[in-house]
């Protein structure tokens, strides 16, 4: 957390806990904030650390659909959450993944994504 990799992507974090443009989280590859959001969860960034944690957040509060549960790989401007018909299997498991390694799997929010999958 003090050196390498996972400081440097902190860095570049957007105030809102997003990477490069908000609104491209996903289709910004590999630059994006679901791009970074996975390199962190695979260097087993701290939970605890206020910018993983705004990043999970901006995640769940932008990619996460409502009623499908899953990920979508855009935001509906009319639900304010993840689009319906953007929810897609890779991406889900990705962000489950990445949420349980970075301290959400008791979240309630969640923990309906992986009744999704």
């Known amino acids: 957390m003090k050196r390498g990799v996972v400081p440097a992507l902190l860095d570049l974090q957007n105030d809102d806990g997003s990477w490069g443009t908000p609104e491209r989280f996903y289709t910004d590859k590999y630059r994006g904030t679901v791009w970074n959001l996975i390199i962190l969860a695979e260097m087993r960034a701290d939970p605890g650390n206020p910018g ?10 932008n990619s996460q659909e409502t009623e499908l549960v899953g990920f979508s790989y855009s935001r509906s401007a009319k639900r304010l959450s993840g689009l319906p018909g953007g929810v897609i299997p890779c991406l889900t498991g990705n962000m489950v993944f990445s949420l349980i390694r970075l301290g959400y799997l008791e979240d309630e929010r969640f923990q309906k994504a992986i009744g999704w999958i």
Request: charge should be positive; hydrophobic fraction near 50%.
């Open 52 to 61: 993983v944690k705004k990043a999970c957040e901006f995640i769940l509060s």
